[in-house]
T-cell receptor
Framework: DADVTQTPRNRITKTGKRIMLECSQT?????MYWYRQDPGLGLRLIYY???????NKGEISDGYSVSRQAQAKFSLSLESAIPNQTALYFCAIGPAAGEVDTQYFGPGTRLTVL | KNEVEQSPQNLTAQEGEFITINCSYS?????LHWLQQHPGGGIVSLFMLSSGKKKHGRLIATINIQEKHSSLHITASHPRDSAVYICAVAGNQFYFGTGTSLTVIP
């Protein structure tokens, strides 16, 4: 089984709709991250969480919100989707101790906003 | 401003060739990662290094902390190596390069 799972894997939606992307992990890591990837750009950090009660904005948090429902679950919401949020979204996890400088990535969610 | 720069952006090689991808960064880091992204989109970590050199099979990664530079080498390249290779650095946050798209032709 994959250490990090994301649902859905693909989603097409319309402008103005609310969308939730979900991320689950089985490694028991404390740190979870949401990134988006656009052609020609590196991955950019949207939000991150270092434990259940900790939520932090990343580089491009406008238009997004997150919820850390449990240590293993970190959801990303687009309250009112717009076409420039069309991108590939990745969830990643990392340990809070030991190799703190590493991340494990989920398989990605391809989101298209029409 | 890009904290991480990779070169080249695109690379086409014949099977068997030796390949080098370069990464330069401008921030203080605790570690540097080389990631591989296949056409399906999934990202896997190839290496994490903070000094010197690491080798896994045909892949070799080196880092020069003083020069803020890292290279990823692929020896005896194969079509299955075709992917996007991403350099990422761990500083006060993770910074990612835009990737190098490698195509290895049989």
């Amino acid at each position: 089984d994959a250490d990090v799972t994301q649902t859905p894997r693909n989603r097409i939606t319309k402008t103005g709709k609310r969308i939730m992307l979900e991320c689950s992990q089985t490694k028991g890591h404390d740190r979870m991250y949401w990134y988006r990837q656009d052609p020609g750009l590196g991955l950019r950090l949207i939000y991150y969480s270092f434990d259940v009660k900790d939520i932090n904005k990343g580089e491009i948090s406008d238009g997004y919100s997150v919820s850390r429902q449990a240590q293993a679950k970190f959801s990303l919401s687009l309250e009112s989707a717009i076409p420039n949020q069309t991108a590939l979204y990745f969830c990643a996890i990392g340990p809070a101790a030991g190799e703190v400088d590493t991340q494990y990535f989920g398989p990605g969610t391809r989101l298209t906003v029409l | 401003k890009n904290e991480v720069e990779q070169s080249p952006q695109n690379l086409t090689a014949q099977e068997g060739e030796f390949i080098t991808i370069n990464c330069s960064y401008s921030v203080g880091i605790s570690a540097l990662h080389w990631l591989q992204q296949h056409p399906g989109g999934g990202i896997v970590s190839l290496f994490m290094l903070s000094s010197g050199k690491k080798k896994h099979g045909r892949l070799i990664a080196t880092i020069n902390i003083q020069e803020k530079h890292s290279s990823l080498h692929i020896t005896a390249s194969h079509p299955r190596d075709s992917a996007v290779y991403i350099c990422a650095v761990a500083g006060n946050q993770f910074y990612f390069g835009t990737g190098t798209s490698l195509t290895v032709i049989p």
